[in-house]
């Protein structure tokens, strides 16, 4: 049975250059979804990685879809390749299409910020999405470099701050905790 929709959804903005604001994000849905609500997530700059979210979604369908916009490599930030670029606008249409449909209690855009940031996306595309999005809908932006204009506006705003990491002694991303 679904629960009943929030009165009202706020934005969240998780930034910053620590490790954990997918996390934090997926364990907001993870919490949504106990309470029947349904969740999409649309990754920017993601793809082709069989990243543990996936499966888990999968698990948890039709509560929890992802969709992986982007390729698995890293995107030039000086360069972006044109391939890049059109992931980028294709994630910002299925945003628009999944925020009117208005069809989810949660929508998170994992990576936008780093798609703004990379200008691979207009902060007023997104500023429009967050214009748009139904006053029940809880919407969460991630990623490193969150745009000025997007922190003005979100309602919760948290910042990761990098203090130390294994990856700087050569540690990879490892499965089942990084992807």
Sequence with gaps: MRNKRLDHGYVHVY???GKGKTTAA???AFRSIG???KVMMIMFMKGNVEYGELESARRLAP???IREMGRETFVSKENPEAIDIQWAKDGIQLANKVIHEGKHDLVILDEINVAVDYK?????DVLEL??????YMELILTG????????EVADLVTEMKLIKHYY??????RVGIER
């Design 120 to 124: 691979l996306v207009d902060v007023e």
């Design 63 to 65: 509560f929890f879809e």
């Design 35 to 37: 309470h029947n609500f």
């Design 15 to 17: 930034t910053g250059d």
């Design 26 to 28: 997926l364990g907001q």
């Design 130 to 135: 967050i214009h748009i999005k139904p006053s």
């Design 144 to 151: 490193r470099n969150a745009h000025d204009k997007l922190v």
């Design 168 to 173: 700087d002694r050569g540690v990879q991303a």
